[in-house]
């Protein structure tokens, strides 16, 4: 049985993965109308691969016989005027997400739930490494071409390789290897 405690906060993580999808989406949006389709189509990705993070959190509350409760999602509020900005948006983004994800294994160590600690929050913290990781490169791969409009739409091309993930991988994301 989960505590009520990290239920909450669970709850509050799920609401926070779902706004990270938002996130993502709205600068997918700018990439679009910035004509960089690549670009726009690697964070569409994004922003499913940050619901299948939202349902991490829903499977697990569930399955530990916990309540879900849907938040309202927050509107992005984000002004972008160059892809090294939008990049640098999410980096900054992922940088806070980690700190969330370290506040919830310090309480999942105080509620002494090892189920959520080493059944999702373990796998929280490697995944952080990698999405700080990936925004960073993109950022200063974006400073390396800044003024090459050839070097921009190589990158574009280059990103916008980025497979969405299916949504049996969205719903239960556990039971799929690498995911
Ligand atoms: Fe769900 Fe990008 O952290």
Do not use: C
């Not at 990439?31 to 299948?52: D, I, P």
């Not at 002494?112 to 929280?124: E, R, S, Y």
């Amino acid at each position: 049985m989960i505590s009520k405690k990290i239920e909450d906060a669970f709850n509050k993580q799920l609401n926070a993965e779902l706004y990270a999808a938002y996130l993502y989406f709205a600068i997918g949006a700018w990439f679009e109308g910035s004509n960089l389709e690549g670009f726009a189509q690697w964070m569409k990705a994004q922003a499913f691969e940050e619901m299948s993070h939202a349902m991490r959190f829903y499977n697990h509350i569930i399955e530990r016989g916990g309540m879900v409760e849907l938040y309202a999602v927050k509107k992005p509020e984000i002004t972008l005027s160059t892809p090294v900005e939008a990049f640098g948006a999410a980096y900054e983004h992922e940088q806070k997400v980690t700190r969330m994800i370290n506040d919830l294994v310090d309480l999942a160590r105080e509620e002494k739930d090892n189920a959520a600690l080493i059944g999702l929050l373990h796998w929280f913290v490697a995944e952080q490494i990698e999405e700080e990781e990936q925004t960073l490169k993109a950022v200063e791969r974006l400073k390396m071409v800044e003024g090459s409009k050839e070097g921009l739409f190589m990158l574009d091309k280059e990103m916008g390789a980025r497979p969405l993930i299916a949504t049996a991988t969205i719903l239960n994301p556990a039971a799929t290897p690498g995911e």
